[in-house]
């Protein structure tokens, strides 16, 4: 069964590495630059959904887990939180993800997204916890506004991956 | 074992990795020394990308403005039409000039108002972090900057500076749930401290409920934290609420927060090292002379004794002196040796004939 998996596997279109690291790269570029000109799109994770696209078509935790711990961490040392605090979450969501992706129709766009909406949430709790009780900070968190965001990324995802889909290749 | 940590791998290493990470946030958080090195080469890096980006995109809009535009026009237009069309984007471009330059004239005006030193900074990003409020400017280390410095405009201050890189540095600004500014009311000159909230308002704190608050106040810097000069705006009172025992009180900022263009960073003044160099001492004082007593009211200041003999001038006693003069005068009357064994003390009681005290210093 595993070695029809992996065959499987080998069958789907895959993103290119180089074209996974741009994607890392440049949603993060994106999301340092764009807010200054549209503060409005402060408020979108693009990192997240770049590591959910990334892990799930990887169809691995091991690979889900690495790209998560270096696109949090990027995106620790380009704020002014401690470097780990998105590292942890983000290694953690790329774990589920390639964990998760063994177990889904990972091109039912339907699904995607539903996770990209679930991760969104648990992120901002997991955040949320780890400010509180590790730093000590006092911040605010609204799960109102937190789904109501999770949403939203969530229809960003529906239309962002079906672009991604367009860029894997057959091998 | 083996088995296990094959059937288990790939749990082993993310709980490895979490630890890990975890470990690096305990380590971050326990001390406040330099920025880490990692931080300036993910910093150095990305900032490299958006000073580029930056200069392209001004380079393009530039020539777009300079040369599509007006090649169009020259296409469009054969005469008179085309030098109008011409005439007017030039006068657009000079006006967004006059406008560009006047922001950084204002600010430079500005920056000869205050006393402290500082240096003019365009705004080139914002953070990675959704959740916090903070951007990065393109003046570093290479400019004098340093974490801790106070960040401004014209219109009130913007933030503080978090982290500096060598050509580029990272802005907290007031907004951001972490930053607090040391304050005062410009009507009584009460003290608080505003902290940001995460939204479009701060709060400010720390305003005894008797203190007389109220809606347009305007509030500015205390100079307490150290950070930010006195009298610098920070912001006006927005919203006063009474909470039982509490008050909560809203202020809205001066400066613009959500939209920066230029920005000055105060490198120099009210955080600049306590001074080293001693102040001048305080002058000598010189008492003035001993209150006369009534064996030496005919001696100075009118009149100056002399020493016995003429030779000497006048020198002021002290009481001590006085008194031991009255001592060796009773002394010489009784003719008492102080200081001999057997001789007893003298009668202190008899008196003295005041003539016989001599008036003047000791030999």
Known sequence: ?171 | MLDFVIRFRSFLLLGTLLLAQLLLVAYQVQTDGETRLLRVWAVWSVTSVERGLHGALSGVGGAWDQYVWLWDARQENESLRRERDRLQLENQQLQNAVARYGREEELQQFRQTIESQSVLAQVIGSSSNPASREFYINQGTEAGIHRGMAVIVADGIVGRIYAAYPNAALVLRIDDPEAAVGVLLATNRVRGVVRGTGGSEQRLDYVGINVEVGVGDTVLTSGDDRVYPQGLPVGRVSQVRNLGRERYIALEPFARLNRLDEVLVLTGGPREPLPVTPVDEAPYILMPNPAENPLTEATPPETPAMRPGGLGTYVPMTDADRLRRIYETIADDQDHEYGVTRSGSPDFNRGFAEADVEVGPDD
């Open chain 1, 1 to 171: 069964m595993a070695s029809y998996d992996i065959l499987l596997r080998r069958e789907e279109p895959q993103l290119p590495r180089l074209a996974e690291l741009g994607l890392f790269v440049g949603a993060l570029a994106i999301q340092v630059l764009v807010p200054y000109y549209i503060p409005v799109t402060r408020l979108f994770d693009l990192t997240l959904l770049a590591l959910v696209y990334v892990a799930l078509h990887r169809r691995s935790e091991m690979a889900g887990m690495f790209s998560g711990a270096a696109i949090g961490l990027a995106q620790d040392a380009l704020s002014h939180d401690p470097v780990g605090l998105f590292g942890m979450i983000k290694t953690i969501v790329g774990f589920v993800c390639g964990w998760i992706s063994q177990f889904v129709e990972i091109d039912f766009p339907g699904a995607r997204s539903t996770l990209v909406g679930f991760f969104y949430v648990t992120q901002q709790i997991a955040l949320w916890t780890l400010q509180t009780v590790l730093l000590g900070k006092h911040v605010e968190f609204s799960l109102p506004g937190a789904l109501v965001l999770g949403a939203l990324h969530a229809v960003l995802a529906w239309f962002l991956f079906a672009l991604l889909d367009r860029v894997r290749i057959r091998p």
